[in-house]
Nanobody, 120 residues
Framework: HVQLVESGGGSVQAGESLRLSCVVS????????MGWFRQAVGQEREAVAA????????FYADSVKGRFSFSQDNAQKTLYLQMDSLEPEDTAMYYC??????????????WGQGTQVTVS
């Protein structure tokens, strides 16, 4: 069965960096329709970075442009989210997602369990 397992979250000071990883298994891994989302307490889930189309460039939320970078290691079936210059507003649970599914909540079919990022 499909599993997405995130890691790399933690508690950091403003201005520091974190790198999130998401290992994908049980899935026909692809280089598109993969992404990262986040949800802060009391707020709706939002897309942070994603690739939606074959050969397409990564989408980034305006709030993270220039600070976050999305990448993939296709051989390792792993997604990464490099987060630099972290701000308290980045505090949230971060989720990776796979397989575009417009009819599903969030627009993706498969989701990880999440990893918490706290910035103070």
């Amino acid at each position: 069965h499909v599993q997405l397992v995130e890691s790399g979250g933690g508690s950091v000071q403003a201005g520091e960096s974190l790198r999130l990883s998401c290992v994908v298994s049980g899935y026909r891994y692809s280089t598109y329709c993969m992404g990262w989302f986040r949800q802060a307490v009391g707020q709706e889930r939002e897309a942070v970075a994603a690739v939606y189309r074959v050969g397409g460039s990564a989408f980034y939320a305006d709030s993270v442009k220039g600070r976050f970078s999305f990448s993939q290691d296709n051989a390792q079936k792993t997604l990464y989210l490099q987060m630099d210059s972290l701000e308290p507003e980045d505090t949230a649970m971060y989720y990776c997602a796979a397989e575009c599914a417009p009819d599903e909540a969030g627009g993706f079919r498969y989701w990880g369990q999440g990893t918490q990022v706290t910035v103070s």
